[in-house]
């Protein structure tokens, strides 16, 4: 497994250790979120954690859905800032053009 870097910069195994721990409670609190956008067709995907900003992106039919800023700031943001208290807030990554095929 590769040693994962936060901005550029090296962790010590104790930084490492809390990084991996803080993206597995992330990704526990996506996961409960994940069925009901599911149902309508998207999924949401963790891509990454920096300055207390979790970066997110959409595919599916949630890319370019209309309603995505509802979801995402009610539904995405209030449940991780909730669950999570490092989390400050929620940035959507922009859509890619082959998620609304897979």
Same mark, same amino acid.
Do not use: W
């Given at each position: 497994?590769?040693?994962? +870097?936060? =901005?550029?910069?090296?962790? +010590? ?5 809390? /990084?991996?721990? %803080?993206?597995?409670?992330? =990704?526990?609190? %996506? =996961?409960? %979120?994940?069925? /009901? ?8 995907? *963790?891509?990454? *954690?920096?300055? $207390?900003?979790v970066s997110v992106s959409m595919s599916g039919?949630?890319? $370019?859905?209309?309603?995505? =800023? +509802? +979801? ?27 998620? /609304? /095929?897979?």
């Open positions: 497994m590769s040693e994962v +870097t936060q =901005n550029e910069k090296k962790l +010590t195994a104790k930084e490492q250790a809390a /990084y991996d721990d %803080l993206v597995a409670r992330i =990704n526990r609190t %996506l =996961n409960k %979120l994940r069925p /009901y956008i599911q149902a309508d067709g998207g999924d949401v995907h *963790f891509e990454g *954690f920096e300055d $207390g900003i039919a949630c890319a $370019g859905c209309m309603a995505i =800023n +509802t +979801t995402l700031n009610d539904g995405i943001e209030a449940l991780l800032i909730d669950e999570v208290p490092e989390v400050k807030g929620v940035r959507l990554l922009p859509a890619d053009p082959f998620s /609304y /095929y897979f």
